[in-house]
């Protein structure tokens, strides 16, 4: 029998177009950067945070602040430093003019959370995002207060740049649902880019994206829900299982993923399908997502990075020796 929230094929179909569209406004403002667009869309709608890593100029903060126009959500950026304190991003008690504390919220309390170069923080600063990204909550001198529903950290970092920086626990690596990839776009690219900014495009000026608010925070509600609704078959969740539990023993990796990066896994592979507007699961999905879910849950053994193995590369060889469910 159907329960009240049951998503229909052609809510699936809706929702679909809602998904696909929202990857072509974005592919007109981040240029080249197809996989990397399709992957943030996804962890969007899997209600999953993501860990942006390119080298500078690659044009992650552009990217949020782009689907944040888009949707018309409050957008928050955060400065990783050294010297920051977990007060400055979770917000504190002030003492007002009649004795009482009230508390005056931080910057965590917005709806799209950029947190530029996380890796610049120190340990302690970092882990003021765990409760956050976990619960969707921030606890003050013990009062509990709930994030946005549509709360989701995009945080950033350089993949070349070591000194200065603090290294992300696993723990917090843990919470990101998707590391996304950033890299050079092609010659064509770039040139297109310069034809972009002779024609008046400012990427410190979201009146000159060419994107307007289309979206709400009902409609990213909406495409949760309807990605909710797709459906796993037995046999998929098995292959998702399967494929991560495999990470856990193989001999390239001394850390595989946990059992967070599972359900992870079957999420995004939900999202992947409502954007191909299908209703159910199919294994490339899963194939689809594995990389983005896995490559910063897993550890590569110390020879084989000396060998120069990437996570990916690792990956890719413990998914040729999964079986795939027909």
Not at 103 to 127: S, W
Not at 313 to 325: F, G, N, S, W, Y
Request: charged share 20%; hydrophobic share 45%.
């Amino acid at each position: 029998m159907a329960g009240p929230d049951t998503i229909n094929d052609n809510q699936i179909a809706r929702q679909g177009e809602v998904a696909r569209g929202l990857v072509a406004q974005l592919g007109g403002v981040v240029l080249g950067q197809e996989d990397a667009l399709r992957d943030v869309v996804v962890a969007l709608t899997a209600r999953g945070h993501v860990l942006l890593e390119g080298v500078p100029g690659t044009a992650k903060t552009l990217l949020v602040r782009a689907l944040s126009r888009i949707f018309g959500l409050d957008f928050k950026r955060i400065q990783f430093t050294p010297d920051l304190m977990p007060s400055d991003i979770t917000g504190v008690n002030l003492l007002t003019g009649q004795g009482q504390f009230s508390f005056r919220p931080g910057p965590l309390f917005g709806d799209l959370v950029l947190a530029d170069e996380i890796n610049r923080a120190p340990a302690k600063t970092q882990a003021a995002l765990l409760e956050a990204m976990q619960e969707r909550s921030v606890t003050v001198d013990g009062a509990s207060h709930p994030l946005s529903a549509s709360f989701t950290v995009f945080a950033t970092q350089n993949p070349i740049e070591f000194e200065g920086t603090y290294p992300l626990p696993e723990a917090e690596l843990d919470r990101f649902q998707l590391k996304v990839l950033l890299s050079y776009p092609d010659a064509g690219t770039e040139q297109a880019i310069l034809g972009r900014v002779l024609d008046g495009f400012e990427s410190d000026d979201p009146s000159s994206f060419g994107v307007s608010t289309s979206l709400g925070a009902a409609d990213l509600a909406a495409l949760r829900r309807a990605a909710k609704s797709v459906r796993v078959e037995p046999s998929l969740q098995l292959y998702i299982t399967s494929l991560v539990r495999a990470t856990r023993g193989a001999p390239a990796l001394t850390l595989g993923a946990s059992p967070r990066a599972t359900v992870s896994l079957m999420k995004a592979s939900q999202a992947v399908a409502l954007m191909d507007s299908r209703s159910y699961v199919i294994p490339d999905d899963v194939k689809a997502m594995a990389a983005p879910v896995l490559r910063h849950r897993i550890a590569i053994a110390p020879e084989l990075e000396l060998e120069g193995v990437s996570a990916d590369q690792a990956l890719r060889t413990i998914i040729d020796k999964v079986e795939v469910p027909r």
